[in-house]
């Protein structure tokens, strides 16, 4: 693990956290340890409510959107029946075989 030296902060700060650390009965430096792993996860939830917001956003101007899964596998089929393209497991094993021969 990394350790990180912070230097120049005001000493009215380090006794806020002092304290903290003295009420939640853990060493400072563990106190300080949780803060820094609080700061990233209370970012992520800000960031998910930003992309609701905005999804949110989309939906009303463009209205909700059908899933596109059905008419894709449909197309695929089609595509396959005529022969214009392998099924996946095919086109895997040529991949495999491809690569067999190069190596």
Excluded: F
Excluded at 4 to 22: C, F, G, H, M, S
Excluded at 35 to 50: C, D, G, T
Excluded at 71 to 87: F, Q
Aim: charged share 45%; with cysteine; glycine share 4%.
């Amino acid at each position: 693990m990394a350790d990180i030296k912070i230097r120049n902060l005001p000493d009215w700060l380090v006794e806020w956290y002092r304290q903290q650390a003295t009420r939640d009965g853990v060493s400072l430096e563990e106190y300080l340890r949780r803060a820094l792993h609080e700061i990233p996860r209370i970012r992520r939830v800000e960031i998910a409510r930003e992309l609701d917001a905005l999804c949110a956003k989309i939906r009303k101007r463009t209205g909700e959107l059908p899933d596109s899964t059905p008419l894709i596998r449909e197309i695929r089929e089609e595509m396959e029946k005529k022969g214009d393209v392998c099924s996946g497991r095919e086109r895997g094993r040529e991949v495999a075989r491809s690569r067999r021969k190069t190596a």
